[in-house]
């Protein structure tokens, strides 16, 4: 996929009918990416209802749209006048709703990953393609100008032959006051999460598939539980040979000190060269104190955040609208929860998994 | 006060050569650790293809005829080896016999037949040969170790490490290691304080003009897991790159030594200094404490012999392997 120039003028596009969307769950990943994206762009989309659990949250995010909200999301889905849905629930309520909603006619953009299980990810690809609907799996570092740009210099061979892709990605360990891992969040739940291998790890899979351009053939990992009393792990570090001969490799981190700045680090070594970006050498700001250097707003200084889900939201709504391909594709992100289910697999037996072609047999535990 | 030590330097190769830079006649005095004073830099002819004599005769270094003249020498306390590792056995049980104090950069043996008849030998002379670790050389390694192991990171959980040597300037000991390969995991070892009980590696595809790739998820008994990467030749740098990042449950700990080389701009382009200016030998200093620091040479060689088999062994079977 190339960079999308046109893209960062994203408010100032307009059309006489807007995309007509429902955003259920009104979360963190809601309010921080999908919210922001639905505010850039105005005449392309509009925010119809908000569906969460929580009605409080819900009517928080709704207000500012004028959008109406609800407890349950069967109440929105049925709605005629919504196009397409955003899911921005926990994984494992991806596939009831996406059901729903494609039942009821809608389009859906799903947060990542496609679901918890393949079963449930088969049953998406399958309602969706029964209903005559579009289903897009939000991989939202696909939409990143700086990964599209990357991607763009290895399309065009600026490295020669690649051999090796490293995506590192670090966290800090939960504030006491809640967030991803801390006690009662949903990523720290064993009934509702299965821990790194899909929070964050869902992306690090699709990225190196999608830049090694081939397909994995093996994947070897180790996880670990960093913090006090966790149940999941929140650590993960995986292997991955593809059938060209390239090596992908991800070290995933959830439990650094809280004044230790969250970064990514994609390097991409090839027979001619090398590609850099790494977040931690562009700190944008670095505060020295008594008790040492804090990094105040390295999670939101991330560049994977900047205007990526506008991006996305935008893609998917040209998709939806003109009809044509989806920049993520069902069956690419149900290969992306398969690599990162076999990289838990692998972890639970200390062994490497050989993964199957996409239309062979998969190991045994990972059977739908 | 500290006694001079006279070193007699045993090869050509990028350390040597970065020390008769360093520490020769005509190096600049700031340079000069203050614990060598006086020395007598010897190389082996035959070890120098690429270092003429009247290159060697620019630094004030005595050229000998045979190697063996060094150890002979009555003013050499020390010997530093850097000659290719398939020689390092013979020249270092040539030192300790003649009672020299030796430096050895990893490996000391490539195999285990190389290292049986040295073993003996080395037990003999305890303390007499010291290791030398490029990465622990470095005062960020060193602050590392320290850091981990006075607690400051309370305890150690995950480690991740790229070692990479742009230029392929250490030899490859196997089709698929470099000598590299044995100071990151020495490093690793001595970070840890445990030893690895489980190993996975794979290998990148060697081809023309391309880098030489080991990927290495190890285990410690103690639970650490460490993701490695060792790397040698890949082109679009021209020096050592090398970062470390270790997590414990009370902080963390990033070290990037070769990161703050100085770029230089040009009307012909953009390059890094290379590495010889950079921190990589200053195992001397400190009035020549071992960097081997309390570890048995013995022990840990055996070690890393056996992890070295077990990494084959992956690579073989493309699977871990139990330690």
């Given at each position: 996929m190339s960079v999308d120039k046109a893209s960062l003028q994203f408010g100032t596009e307009s059309r006489p009918e807007p995309l007509r969307v429902g955003l259920i769950g009104a979360g963190g990943i809601a309010e921080s990416a999908h919210v922001p994206a639905l505010r850039n762009l105005p005449g392309r989309v509009r925010l119809v209802a908000v569906a969460d659990p929580n009605g409080g949250r819900a009517k928080a995010l709704a207000d500012p749209f004028d959008a109406d909200y609800y407890e349950d999301y069967r109440a929105l889905v049925q709605r005629k006048d919504v196009d397409a849905v955003i899911i921005a629930t926990p994984e494992r309520w991806h596939a009831d709703i996406t059901t729903a909603a494609?039942?009821?006619?809608?389009?859906?953009?799903?947060?990542?990953?496609?679901?918890?299980?393949?079963?449930?990810?088969?049953?998406?690809?399958?309602?969706?393609?029964?209903?005559?609907?579009?289903?897009?799996?939000?991989?939202?570092?696909?939409?990143?100008?700086?990964?599209?740009?990357?991607?763009?210099?290895?399309?065009?061979?600026?490295?020669?032959?690649?051999?090796?892709?490293?995506?590192?990605?670090?966290?800090?360990?939960?504030?006491?006051?809640?967030?991803?891992?801390?006690?009662?969040?949903?990523?720290?739940?064993?009934?509702?999460?299965?821990?790194?291998?899909?929070?964050?790890?869902?992306?690090?899979?699709?990225?190196?598939?999608?830049?090694?351009?081939?397909?994995?053939?093996?994947?070897?990992?180790?996880?670990?539980?960093?913090?006090e009393g966790g149940k999941v792990p929140d650590f993960i570090t995986w292997t991955i040979t593809f059938a060209n001969g390239v090596l992908a490799t991800s070290e995933i981190v959830n439990g650094l000190p809280p004044s230790y700045p969250a970064y990514h680090q994609l390097e991409v070594y090839g027979t001619e060269g090398a590609l850099r970006a790494k977040d931690h050498d562009m700190q944008s700001a670095v505060c020295y104190g008594t008790e040492g250097a804090t990094h105040p707003i390295s999670y939101s200084a991330l560049l994977h955040q900047q205007d990526t889900y506008t991006r996305q939201l935008k893609a998917f709504a040209d998709a939806v609208e003109g009809g044509g391909p989806l920049p993520v594709t069902p069956e690419e992100a149900r290969a992306a929860l398969y690599l990162a289910l076999a990289a838990q697999e692998s972890a639970e037996r200390g062994r490497a998994v050989k993964l199957a072609a996409p239309t062979g047999e998969p190991p045994r535990r990972l059977r739908p | 006060m500290t006694l001079p030590v006279r070193i007699g330097l045993l090869g050509a190769d990028e350390r040597i050569r970065a020390m008769v830079e360093r520490y020769g006649p005509g190096a600049p005095l700031e340079a000069a650790p203050v614990t060598v004073g006086s020395w007598a830099p010897c190389m082996i002819p035959e070890g120098l293809p690429s270092v003429a004599p009247n290159e060697t005769a620019r630094y004030g270094a005595i050229l000998v005829d045979r190697w063996t003249e060094v150890l002979e020498d009555p003013l050499v306390d020390s010997i530093v080896v850097g000659t290719d590792p398939g020689a390092r056995p013979v020249v270092i049980q040539a030192g300790l016999e003649?009672?020299?104090?030796?430096?050895?950069?990893?490996?000391?043996?490539?195999?285990?037949?190389?290292?049986?008849?040295?073993?003996?030998?080395?037990?003999?002379?305890?303390?007499?040969?010291?290791?030398?670790?490029?990465?622990?050389?470095?005062?960020?390694?060193?602050?590392?170790?320290?850091?981990?192991?006075?607690?400051?990171?309370?305890?150690?959980?995950?480690?991740?490490?790229?070692?990479?040597?742009?230029?392929?300037?250490?030899?490859?000991?196997?089709?698929?290691?470099?000598?590299?390969?044995?100071?990151?995991?020495?490093?690793?070892?001595?970070?840890?304080?445990?030893?690895?009980?489980?190993?996975?590696?794979?290998?990148?595809?060697?081809?023309?003009?391309?880098?030489?790739?080991?990927?290495?998820?190890?285990?410690?008994?103690?639970?650490?897991?460490?993701?490695?990467?060792?790397?040698?030749?890949?082109?679009?740098?021209?020096?050592?790159?090398?970062?470390?990042?270790?997590?414990?449950?009370?902080?963390?700990?990033?070290?990037?030594?070769?990161?703050?080389?100085?770029?230089?701009?040009?009307?012909?382009?953009?390059?890094?200094?290379?590495?010889?200016?950079?921190?990589?030998?200053?195992?001397?200093?400190?009035?020549?404490?071992?960097?081997?620091?309390?570890?048995?040479?013995?022990?840990r060689t055996g070690e890393l012999l056996v992890l070295m088999r077990a990494i084959e062994a992956s690579l073989e079977r493309r699977d871990a392997v139990a330690l």
């Open positions: 494609a039942e009821a006619g809608k389009h859906v953009l799903c947060e990542k990953p496609i679901a918890h299980t393949l079963a449930d990810a088969d049953r998406m690809l399958r309602v969706t393609r029964d209903h005559g609907v579009r289903l897009m799996i939000g991989h939202s570092r696909r939409f990143t100008a700086r990964y599209q740009a990357l991607k763009d210099l290895l399309d065009e061979n600026a490295v020669g032959a690649v051999a090796l892709i490293r995506e590192n990605e670090r966290r800090a360990r939960p504030a006491s006051d809640g967030g991803y891992w801390s006690p009662g969040h949903w990523t720290a739940d064993p009934a509702q999460s299965v821990g790194v291998a899909l929070t964050n790890g869902i992306h690090e899979a699709d990225l190196s598939a999608w830049l090694a351009r081939s397909e994995p053939v093996r994947i070897y990992a180790e996880a670990k539980i960093l913090r | 003649m009672g020299k104090t030796v430096w050895c950069p990893w490996p000391i043996a490539e195999t285990e037949a190389a290292w049986e008849p040295l073993e003996p030998i080395v037990a003999e002379h305890p303390g007499q040969l010291r290791i030398i670790n490029d990465l622990v050389a470095t005062e960020e390694g060193a602050s590392m170790l320290a850091r981990v192991h006075e607690g400051g990171l309370g305890t150690l959980t995950t480690v991740y490490g790229a070692f990479r040597d742009s230029q392929g300037r250490r030899g490859m000991t196997s089709p698929a290691m470099s000598s590299l390969t044995w100071h990151a995991l020495d490093f690793l070892r001595r970070l840890t304080d445990s030893p690895a009980t489980r190993v996975y590696a794979a290998s990148g595809p060697r081809r023309s003009g391309g880098p030489q790739l080991l990927l290495l998820t190890l285990r410690y008994l103690n639970d650490v897991v460490v993701t490695a990467e060792v790397a040698t030749g890949f082109p679009g740098a021209s020096g050592d790159d090398w970062e470390v990042e270790a997590v414990g449950t009370a902080g963390a700990f990033r070290i990037a030594p070769f990161q703050r080389e100085l770029t230089v701009v040009s009307a012909q382009g953009s390059r890094r200094v290379p590495w010889v200016a950079g921190p990589g030998v200053s195992f001397f200093e400190g009035g020549l404490e071992p960097t081997s620091g309390a570890m048995d040479v013995r022990s």
